[in-house]
């Protein structure tokens, strides 16, 4: 079955540097692949999306990649800031005509130091 | 203000005693799924619907229902609630696959 692995648990990293997160999965390669960030307490909340067959997004200060050979998807947040701070989720959308299967990672908690 | 909302938000209950969790949402979008979160697990989806009238089960189906009989109206019921299914729960909705997932609040339920 398909599995999704956010490499850190935990990251933490001086304000102003690039904070990288990883996202890999196994098997088959997902039709999109999302990012959220998440606060504690509440819904995570949609950052960007990806298709299988777009190498790069960008939005203002955030940078995702996919790459289907390698099964890994890179968010980048550059001139990282405190309030960057919160657990990032990386998720595989499986989604086609006759489903809609959703697939998250476990997160990443980011911690942005000042 | 376009939204997702849940209710309750927060609720205790004993072994067995039925309980439904609402969720609905103002953006006329197709889809809908209900998702659990535990520590150190993430979060799995439970259940999802495509369309009115049609369901499917996601990762961790057992010992819940849904329903979509409106559009807008995703309910969560859990017929005979067992201590392991204490859980932080989220629904959430978008205009079809591979769109941008609206989440709830969240539900935190706990089951004595």
């Known amino acids: 079955s398909q599995k999704i692995e956010q490499n850190s648990e935990a990251l933490n990293i001086q304000e102003g540097k690039t904070a990288t997160l990883t996202c890999n999965y196994t098997?088959?390669?997902?039709?999109?692949l999302q990012w959220y960030r998440q606060d504690p307490g509440r819904g995570p909340v949609f950052l960007l999306l990806i298709r299988e067959n777009e190498k790069e997004k960008r939005k203002e200060r955030l940078k995702v990649t996919f790459d289907t050979t390698l099964k890994q998807s890179l968010f980048h947040i550059t001139a990282s800031q405190p309030a960057d701070s919160a657990t990032y989720l990386c998720?595989?959308?499986?989604?086609?005509?006759?489903?809609?299967?959703?697939?998250f990672g476990s997160g990443t908690r980011l911690s942005i130091r000042p | 203000e376009a939204q997702v909302t849940q209710n309750p938000r927060y609720l205790i209950t004993v072994t067995g005693k039925k309980l439904t969790v609402t969720c609905s949402q103002n953006m006329n979008h197709e889809y809908m799924s209900w998702y659990r979160q535990d520590p150190g697990l993430g979060l799995r989806q439970i259940y999802y619907s495509m369309n009115v009238e049609v369901t499917d089960k996601g990762d961790v189906p057992e010992g819940y229902k849904v329903s979509r009989k409106e559009k807008r109206n995703f309910p969560l019921i859990l017929e005979s609630p067992s201590p392991n299914q204490t859980s932080l729960y989220f629904c959430?909705?978008?205009?079809?696959?591979?769109?941008?997932?609206?989440f709830g609040p969240g539900t935190r339920l706990l089951v004595l």
């Open positions: 098997n088959y390669s997902p039709a999109y």
């Open positions: 959430a909705s978008s205009l079809s696959g591979g769109e941008t997932q609206y």
């Open positions: 998720a595989l959308d499986m989604s086609y005509s006759s489903a809609s299967k959703i697939i």
